[in-house]
């Protein structure tokens, strides 16, 4: 008889990192279906190329590093999916491809591989693309099937339009913003799908609520307070994507449930400051990297009282 | 009906009802070893120095060991027969213990017993000294020797003792089986401490995953002065002393404190039982209920003598059903490994379980995801992720003064949530003993 021994506890979980990242994947399912629906086929491209090549650069980068290979726990797959429905869907091919190459090379594998990266690695890479070639990362299409009434509203340009944020629209129909009848990139137009992979999540517990919900708290509270509309503030643009799918990344936001409220908070507020002062008409990128450096502060100031820290009964 | 509950913990196993189902509607059956060897220091505290020798005969309830030192135990022999052997064994202790083997001759000889009476008339100061000649301690796991419990020094005011009937641990259905069977000599064990300690106010706490065991409880507490029965909500570390206090009573037990420091007694259901059975009948800790489960043919409740050996006890459940590729005392969250099937049962071990070669594997460690489910999972509240990271950068002081470490009870929680496998608890009990160590030599 050959015994093992060991310290407790000897039967752990059924959930480890795969299946953490499979349930981000199903969760992202009915966004990636939306998008495909709206914008074709030519969608469908882009998060294929941008998938396929986040997966293949981690491969290679571990291959040449002599480490693991470790594309088995999906995260690749995850950080290449966001990329690509961060991407307008006319835009050329190379540019997802080389948008997962940097997330996962430069943020992801430089600095560790997983979990040691301090920047969401899909948040960067959009920053990075949009600062180098902004007028293709800005050439939004317009949904193949977008409706004759928001036809009106962002004029008779069908191969690119604004989003409601830049043409400041404020005569959409709300159920063309819930459904996704609004230019904008693959995966932040259609919110209904966004709020059922949230609502996934929510269930099987993948994330909390404290994250999304400060967020979106925050910019609603605050555009209205900046005097805008709140509904509109949220739902047009990147907000509810980046709220759901985005600022929730386990590494790159705080541990501690209020250091998660604070982190959101945080997200919500630069959001509004961007898009109300900055230069960009949209904010949600620059926000969640600028709290991504902000984690590790948060994380220090957020410490619990540790059980026992109390004088002694009489 | 108010559920306590404390901030933390985690429901390990919830798909398979924690794996109590193999054993819970199982009755207690007595089963005889032919060998006991009892080792000597079951309890925390110097072990206790046997005083018979190879081929001496010795009736059940006779003293082997006496007591030594300030918080000692005697040990008594649990069959009648001859002493075989008196010599030293690996247990599931770090050292080999001293252990006195005896053979059964199978007619069940007791020596003659001195009871106390009934619980509500019995001299109350005869009682500790009472439970100390039983040789009873903490039947929970701990196996902290229960008359120091019950004597806390001039100036401590405890005002209350629990009964911890909770059993959040996984496979074990040992207290259950005992509350649900035997719930009088619970209830009568309780009373026996509360009128040796003066205490007005005594709380059986169960968990709501056993309704049967607290209608039964309920029922035989009925009457009792001072008797109340509390439920506890269904989650892991339920059972553990800092937890039930916190979620019973709202007390926290102070940073290197006693229970006894928030006013506190907690006991085992067991240990209650055993001290009923000490007061009065006069009998000593000789057996106790202890569940068998996992890969064995036929998992089973089993009231076994102390010092029966495992391999016995497996046995006695129709034997492995696989290969073992690990066994344990305990439950699968704290169950303490043996080296081999020849140890034996002692005074705290609740549970046995098999496990194949499967179960046993060890996974490996991957790289930590920041998700957070650790220090959501603490039920006192650490930070297990920095823990581990100071862990590995060797920052032991960091851990000791800032991250508080010496506060971990070691549960289990944050390894068992831990999506990327990483070994934390065996970290942590690392920590604390190389700490202790320490301040030992300091």
């Known amino acids: 008889?050959?015994?093992?021994?060991?310290?407790?506890?000897?039967?752990?979980?059924?959930?480890?990192?795969?299946?953490?990242?499979?349930?981000?994947?199903?969760?992202?399912?009915?966004?990636t279906a939306a998008g495909i629906y709206l914008f074709g086929l030519r969608a469908a491209w882009v998060l294929c190329v941008a998938v396929i090549a986040a997966v293949l650069s981690e491969?290679?980068?571990?291959?040449?590093?002599?480490?693991?290979?470790?594309?088995?726990?999906?995260?690749?797959?995850?950080t290449g999916l966001i990329v690509g429905l961060n991407m307008p869907a006319g835009v050329s091919l190379w540019i997802p491809a080389l948008g997962s190459a940097i997330a996962i090379i430069l943020v992801k594998q430089l600095f560790g591989g997983i979990g040691h990266n301090f920047m969401n690695p899909a948040m960067f890479a959009r920053a990075f693309l949009l600062a180098s070639w902004p007028a293709r990362m800005t050439s939004f299409l317009l949904p193949e099937r977008l409706l004759g009434t928001s036809q009106a509203a962002f004029g008779v340009d069908?191969?690119?339009?604004?989003?409601?944020?830049?043409?400041?629209?404020?005569?959409?129909?709300?159920?063309d913003l819930l459904l996704g009848n609004i230019p904008?990139?693959?995966?932040?137009?259609?919110?209904?799908?966004?709020?059922?992979?949230?609502?996934?999540?929510?269930?099987?517990?993948?994330?909390?609520?404290?994250?999304p919900v400060f967020f979106v708290g925050t910019v609603a509270l605050m555009s209205w307070l900046v005097g805008s509309d709140p509904l509109v503030a949220i739902l047009s643009g990147g907000v509810l994507f980046g709220a759901v799918f985005m600022a929730t990344d386990y590494v790159?936001?705080?541990?501690?449930?209020?250091?998660?409220?604070?982190f959101g908070l945080g997200c919500g507020a630069m959001v509004v400051i961007i898009r109300s002062w900055g230069n960009y008409p949209e904010g949600v990128t620059y926000a969640i990297l600028f709290m991504n450096c902000l984690t590790p502060l948060i994380d220090r100031f957020s410490s619990k009282r540790v059980y026992g820290m109390v004088k002694k009964h009489a | 009906m108010?559920?306590?509950?404390?901030?933390?913990?985690?429901?390990?196993?919830?798909?398979?009802?924690?794996?109590?189902?193999?054993?819970?509607?199982?009755?207690?059956?007595?089963?005889?070893?032919?060998?006991?060897?009892?080792?000597?220091?079951?309890?925390?505290?110097?072990?206790?120095?046997?005083?018979?020798?190879?081929?001496?005969?010795?009736l059940i309830g006779q003293k082997i060991a006496e007591a030594v030192g300030g918080i000692g135990v005697p040990v008594h022999a649990s069959v009648s027969g001859t002493v075989t052997e008196v010599a030293a064994y690996q247990m599931m202790h770090k050292k080999p213990s001293m252990c006195i083997t005896i053979e059964n001759d199978g007619l069940e000889e007791w020596v003659q017993l001195a009871p106390l009476g009934d619980v509500e008339t019995a001299a109350a100061d005869k009682i500790i000294p009472a439970v100390k000649e039983?040789?009873?301690?903490?039947?929970?796991?701990?196996?902290?020797?229960?008359?120091?419990?019950?004597?806390?020094?001039?100036?401590?005011?405890?005002?209350?003792?629990?009964?911890?009937?909770?059993?959040?641990?996984?496979?074990?259905?040992?207290?259950?089986?005992?509350m649900l069977e035997q719930p009088e000599r619970v209830v009568n064990g309780l009373r026996a401490v509360m009128r040796a300690m003066g205490v007005k106010r005594g709380i059986i706490c169960i968990e709501d995953n056993k309704p049967e065991a607290i209608q039964a409880i309920t029922k035989a507490a009925a009457g009792r002065e001072g008797v109340e029965v509390g439920t506890l909500k269904t989650k892991y570390p339920q059972g553990g002393e800092k937890q039930l206090i916190y979620s019973v009573l709202g007390r926290e037990v102070p940073a290197g404190g006693l229970p006894?420091?928030?006013?506190?007694?907690?006991?085992?259901?067991?240990?209650?039982?055993?001290?009923?059975?000490?007061v009065i009948e006069g009998k000593p800790l000789i057996s106790r209920v202890t569940t068998i489960s996992g890969a064995v043919a036929a998992p089973d409740n089993l009231l076994l003598r102390i010092g029966t050996l495992l391999k016995d006890a497996a046995e006695a459940c129709g034997g492995y059903a696989k290969e073992p590729g690990k066994i344990f005392v305990g439950g699968s969250m704290t169950g303490v490994c043996a080296p081999n099937d020849e140890a034996s049962i002692s005074k705290a071990n609740n549970g046995l379980v098999v496990f194949d070669e499967k179960d046993a594997q060890l996974p490996d460690e991957s790289s930590c995801i920041r998700c957070g489910r650790c220090i959501d999972a603490c039920p006192v509240w650490l930070n297990p992720y920095q823990m581990k990271r100071d862990y590995q950068l060797g920052k032991l002081d960091e851990m000791e003064k800032k991250l508080h470490v010496m506060e971990c009870v070691l549960c289990g929680s944050c390894s068992y949530v831990c999506p990327a496998r990483q070994y934390l608890t065996p970290a942590f009990k690392d920590a604390k003993d190389i700490i202790t160590a320490r301040r030992m030599k300091q």
């Open chain 2, 2 to 58: 108010r559920k306590y509950s404390f901030r933390g913990g985690i429901h390990p196993l919830r798909d398979t009802h924690e794996g109590k189902e193999l054993t819970r509607n199982k009755p207690i059956r007595e089963v005889v070893a032919q060998v006991v060897r009892i080792p000597m220091d079951m309890h925390i505290g110097a072990p206790s120095e046997p005083i018979v020798k190879k081929g001496d005969r010795v």
């Open chain 1, 184 to 211: 904008g990139t693959i995966g932040e137009v259609c919110k209904v799908a966004i709020l059922i992979g949230l609502v996934y999540m929510l269930v099987v517990k993948v994330v909390s609520w404290h994250v």
């Open chain 1, 59 to 78: 491969y290679i980068w571990l291959k040449l590093m002599k480490k693991t290979i470790v594309i088995g726990d999906l995260s690749a797959v995850v």
């Open chain 1, 158 to 175: 069908m191969i690119s339009g604004a989003t409601p944020l830049v043409t400041k629209a404020r005569n959409i129909p709300l159920s």
């Open chain 2, 260 to 278: 006894m420091d928030a006013g506190v007694v907690v006991l085992n259901v067991g240990t209650a039982a055993a001290i009923a059975d000490a």
């Open chain 1, 1 to 31: 008889m050959n015994l093992r021994v060991s310290t407790g506890p000897h039967l752990l979980t059924r959930e480890n990192t795969q299946t953490l990242m499979l349930d981000v994947l199903i969760a992202l399912a009915p966004t």
């Open chain 2, 134 to 178: 039983a040789g009873i301690c903490g039947m929970g796991g701990a196996c902290f020797p229960t008359h120091i419990k019950m004597s806390p020094p001039a100036g401590k005011v405890v005002d209350t003792v629990l009964l911890n009937g909770a059993e959040c641990e996984t496979f074990l259905t040992a207290d259950f089986r005992l």
């Open chain 1, 252 to 262: 790159t936001n705080p541990m501690q449930k209020i250091g998660q409220c604070i």
